[in-house]
């Protein structure tokens, strides 16, 4: 079926997943209208190689300022898009900041959505406009049981979790009360080349490359225990458009079905740049050596610890399966050795980038 002229709006077009989504709706035919905030710096690096002129007709992607806290600027930009399809990625979308920042948080992630929603309700295009919301595998926080499921019941684990979850009951309540196609991807953690620089992953393998390229010397990190069960970018945005695709709005899992530690795809990682990880110590004391060289390049730094903290992440995708025909195509020892070698070039082919 062609989407030739159908026309998107995206929150968060500047993140990841936006960065991914908006390819993807461009491949399609669509037309891309993304919402980006101000910053006092340019926040448009993972979207420049599909930036448009905006004084070139016909352009099909086109930025629009804006932000999930500006209840007027969302409902402008609604209206001088006329989306058929609103993909809600906006967020401030770090756990670990939102124990920092939860009033904030709340604001772009619980209150955001509910804008959204309430935007499309009073402009009238509740019944035309179909709604994506970015929801997360964090709203199951602390394990109820495992493998994680449609069915199985939140205990959410921090403010972005509490906001998310927030999130997630406005969907589906805007979806029962006034009949919107509006749909909950439960997304498990998925990463890419293009994950934000904090994240544990792209932590690691930015790490793993500045220190092969002797650029950095050490790797502090948190909780290596954690689990993840940890996807590529890519598949995961293409869940998001087949969700939208469905005569009925539902909420989904989307996941690998596969569980991995911090500190094993750290070795991964590693292995990537030919580094053997060695761990030694117990508990804060825990380090990782080369095991060739003996040298420490991995210690543990209590700060990156978390008030509360979700142990472990596992989802079950039958459903996505069996509905939407998804699946993963990429598994996380592959996603850790494309993330490295991305981060490697990056890096060589910036001789005075120094930044790691
Ligand atoms: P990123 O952090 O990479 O991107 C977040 C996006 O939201 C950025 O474009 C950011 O803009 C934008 N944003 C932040 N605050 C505001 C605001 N006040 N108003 C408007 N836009 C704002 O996240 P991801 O792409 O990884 O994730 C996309 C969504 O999916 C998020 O909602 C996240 O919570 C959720 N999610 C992510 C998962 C993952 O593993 N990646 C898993 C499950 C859910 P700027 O570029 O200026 O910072
Ligand atoms: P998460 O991702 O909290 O799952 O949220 P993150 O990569 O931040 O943490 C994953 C796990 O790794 C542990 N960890 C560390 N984390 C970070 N950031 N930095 C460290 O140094 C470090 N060391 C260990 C963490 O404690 C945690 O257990 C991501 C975000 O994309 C959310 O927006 C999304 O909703 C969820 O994934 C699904």
Not at 207 to 230: F, K, M, S, T, V
Not at 243 to 249: A, G, I, L, R, S
Not at 303 to 332: C, H, I, M, N, S
């Amino acid at each position: 079926m062609s989407h030739q002229g159908k026309v998107a709006l995206m929150t968060g077009v500047t993140g990841q997943d936006g960065a991914y989504l908006a390819r993807l709706l461009l491949q399609k035919g669509y037309v891309v209208h993304g919402i980006k905030r101000r910053s006092s710096s340019f926040n448009t690096q993972r979207v420049e190689d599909i930036y448009q002129d905006p004084h070139v007709e016909g352009a099909r992607f086109v930025l629009h300022y804006g932000d999930l806290t500006d209840t007027t600027s969302l409902m402008r930009v609604i209206e001088q898009a006329a989306p058929d399809e609103i993909y809600n990625l906006g967020a401030q979308s770090h756990v670990r900041v939102s124990f920092e920042a939860p009033e904030y948080t709340a604001n772009v992630d619980a209150l955001g959505t509910l804008r959204l929603l309430e935007g499309i309700r009073i402009l009238g295009l509740a019944e035309r406009v179909r709604f994506y919301q970015a929801s997360t595998s964090e709203l199951y926080g602390l394990v109820q049981e495992t493998p994680q499921r449609e069915t199985t019941p939140f205990y959410p684990r921090s403010p972005y979790a509490v906001a998310k979850q927030f999130a997630f009951w406005s969907v589906v309540n805007y979806r029962e009360a006034y009949g919107m196609h509006a749909s909950n991807g439960i997304l498990f953690n998925h990463e890419s080349p293009l994950r934000g620089e904090t994240f544990v992953t792209r932590k690691i393998t930015r790490a793993a490359a500045a220190i092969a390229l002797g650029r950095q010397d050490r790797l502090y990190l948190g909780n290596l225990d954690a689990e993840r069960d940890w996807g590529h970018a890519r598949d995961y945005v293409e869940a998001m458009w087949l969700m939208v695709q469905q005569d009925e709005p539902d909420d989904y899992v989307v996941a690998t079905g596969t569980k991995t530690s911090v500190r094993q795809f750290a070795e991964w990682a590693f292995a990537e740049t030919g580094v053997t990880l060695a761990w030694r110590g117990t508990g804060v004391e825990e380090k990782g050596y080369d095991a060739a060289s003996g040298r420490c390049l991995v210690e543990i730094d209590p700060r990156y610890f978390r008030p509360t903290e979700v142990d472990l992440l596992l989802g079950d995708a039958a459903k996505a399966r069996q509905k939407l025909g998804w699946r993963p195509t990429v598994t996380v020892q592959e996603l850790a050795a494309e993330m490295v070698r991305a981060d490697l070039k990056v890096m060589a082919s910036d001789p005075v980038m120094n930044d790691a």
